[in-house]
């Protein structure tokens, strides 16, 4: 096996998920200058449903696998959004542009959707079954089908994303607004409408990337949490409201991620990215590509 393609192979399946995770993140910070904290939970709810809804509709009702999944994805990104619009209507529309408020506010969501998910789950993994079986080998790597097909789908989501932003018109309303939201206003930009549709794009990126990861891994109601440290992490480097960013760094990640992972171990290449994230900090403190789209 060829060492090099294996890597790139690797950092392609590491990166494809992050990249939506990270747009999102990035997304509702660049428009509402909100940390988002609760960004995990989100993927951990749609990750929880789109696999317990996939076993329960093919195994106790017997529908085909690959409906079963598609039904749960429905459900979940339906759930999402609907959980997302909740939170924004009754309490982070009050807090738009607020860092301390919108911080403690996410805080204390995240408490709350991590106690209602291990209520509602339980602290048991729980698996999709596998939808897509077979290994294809490119250049000497290996990866499974499902998860080259998974990678596929995340990267033409995200490529969509991208032209969305440049585009169309409420992508363009969105560049403005992370830019300088002042000025949009005063140009009839409707500032509140253009945050919930933010707001709800990056909640959809979130539960997006939950559902491709529940047929490739087991997940627990806190499987958020590590993607959320890791999200902040590529945000970072990145710079935080770049678009742009967001792909190049989430990608940069995984490479790293998966060199020094091969290499050494996965333990040493967490601490090697921390460092890279605090030089940046230090060195560039407006990420790599700048801390807004333009």
């Given at each position: 096996?060829?060492?090099?393609?294996?890597?790139?192979?690797?950092?392609?399946?590491?990166?494809?998920?992050?990249?939506?995770?990270?747009?999102?993140?990035?997304?509702?910070?660049?428009?509402?200058?909100?940390?988002?904290?609760?960004?995990?939970?989100?993927?951990?709810?749609?990750a929880l449903l789109a696999?317990?809804?996939?076993?329960?509709?093919?195994?106790?009702?017997?529908?085909?696998?690959?409906?079963?999944?598609?039904?749960?994805?429905?459900?979940s990104l339906a759930t999402?959004?609907?959980?997302?619009?909740?939170?924004?209507?009754?309490?982070?529309?009050?807090?738009?542009?607020?860092?301390?408020?919108?911080?403690?506010?996410?805080?204390?969501?995240?408490?709350?959707?991590?106690?209602?998910?291990?209520?509602?789950?339980?602290?048991?993994?729980?698996?999709?079954?596998?939808?897509?079986?077979?290994?294809?080998?490119?250049?000497?790597?290996?990866?499974?089908?499902?998860?080259?097909?998974?990678?596929?789908?995340?990267?033409?989501?995200?490529?969509?994303?991208?032209?969305?932003?440049?585009?169309?018109?409420?992508?363009?309303?969105?560049?403005?607004?992370?830019?300088?939201?002042?000025?949009?206003?005063?140009?009839?930009?409707?500032?509140?409408?253009?945050?919930l549709y933010g707001f709800?794009?990056?909640?959809?990126?979130?539960?997006?990337?939950?559902?491709?990861?529940?047929?490739?891994?087991?997940?627990?109601?806190?499987?958020?949490?590590?993607?959320?440290?890791?999200?902040?992490?590529?945000?970072?480097?990145?710079?935080?409201?770049?678009?742009?960013?967001?792909?190049?760094?989430?990608?940069?990640?995984?490479?790293?991620?998966?060199?020094?992972?091969?290499?050494?171990?996965?333990?040493?290449?967490?601490?090697?990215?921390?460092?890279?994230?605090?030089?940046?900090?230090?060195?560039?403190?407006?990420?790599?590509?700048?801390?807004?789209?333009?």
């Amino acid at each position: 096996m060829s060492v090099l393609p294996q890597l790139l192979l690797n950092t392609l399946q590491i990166g494809a998920v992050y990249v939506l995770f990270a747009l999102g993140l990035t997304l509702i910070f660049g428009v509402m200058r909100i940390i988002n904290f609760a960004h995990g939970e989100f993927f951990s709810l749609a990750a929880l449903l789109a696999a317990t809804v996939t076993g329960q509709l093919a195994g106790s009702h017997g529908l085909p696998l690959w409906l079963s999944y598609l039904i749960a994805v429905l459900a979940s990104l339906a759930t999402v959004l609907v959980v997302g619009f909740a939170i924004y209507r009754f309490g982070l529309h009050r807090l738009l542009r607020d860092m301390v408020g919108g911080f403690i506010f996410s805080l204390g969501l995240v408490l709350l959707m991590q106690g209602l998910l291990f209520e509602i789950f339980g602290g048991q993994p729980h698996n999709a079954p596998s939808l897509i079986d077979g290994r294809v080998t490119i250049f000497g790597a290996a990866m499974s089908t499902q998860r080259l097909v998974i990678c596929i789908v995340s990267l033409a989501i995200a490529a969509g994303l991208y032209l969305f932003i440049r585009r169309s018109k409420l992508g363009m309303g969105l560049v403005a607004m992370a830019d300088d939201h002042e000025a949009a206003m005063l140009q009839g930009v409707p500032y509140k409408r253009i945050a919930l549709y933010g707001f709800l794009i990056g909640t959809l990126l979130a539960a997006i990337a939950g559902c491709l990861v529940a047929p490739i891994g087991v997940v627990v109601p806190s499987i958020g949490e590590s993607y959320l440290i890791n999200g902040f992490m590529i945000v970072i480097l990145g710079g935080l409201g770049s678009v742009p960013g967001a792909i190049i760094a989430s990608f940069l990640f995984a490479f790293v991620h998966s060199l020094i992972g091969y290499f050494f171990d996965l333990s040493i290449a967490s601490i090697m990215i921390f460092v890279a994230v605090v030089a940046v900090l230090i060195l560039r403190p407006e990420g790599l590509t700048g801390n807004v789209e333009r």
